[in-house]
């Protein structure tokens, strides 16, 4: 099974911009990127419909965070700007292989990559 390639992460003062990307070459109906903190339970923050480019956000994340997939390199990009320490988590880019709703539930998403670190310090 193809794995998702997340890249990017790293460590960035608070209200600044870092970009993630996640390679991935195999089927999807839907991609997200979802987050976890330590001792916090993975939270989704950003989804797209491949077929769509339907967008769904986390309330915490809108107007600061942008999704987009780039079909031709399949990438799967997460715009990060004007973060917050808050935003200090390890970072997953997921895929769905088959049909379903777009959600930020990480259930609904079957193929994982191992994530990258992002730091934001205050």
């Known amino acids: 099974q193809i794995q998702p390639v997340e890249s990017g992460g790293g460590s960035v003062q608070a209200g600044g911009s870092l970009k993630l990307s996640c390679a991935y070459g195999g089927s999807a109906y839907n991609m997200g990127w979802f987050r976890q903190a330590p001792g916090k339970e993975r939270e989704g923050v950003a989804a797209?419909?491949?077929?769509?480019?339907?967008?769904y956000y986390a309330a915490s994340v809108l107007g600061r965070f942008t999704v987009s997939r780039d079909n031709a390199e399949q990438t799967l990009n997460l715009q990060m700007d004007r973060l917050k320490p808050e935003d200090t988590a390890i970072y997953y880019c997921?895929?769905?292989?088959?049909?379903?709703?777009?959600?930020?539930?990480?259930?609904?998403?079957?193929?994982w990559g191992q994530g990258t670190q992002v730091t934001v310090s205050s």
């Open positions: 797209i419909a491949i077929g769509t480019n339907t967008t």
């Open positions: 997921a895929a769905r292989d088959s049909v379903g709703f777009l959600t930020l539930l990480p259930q609904t998403f079957n193929i």
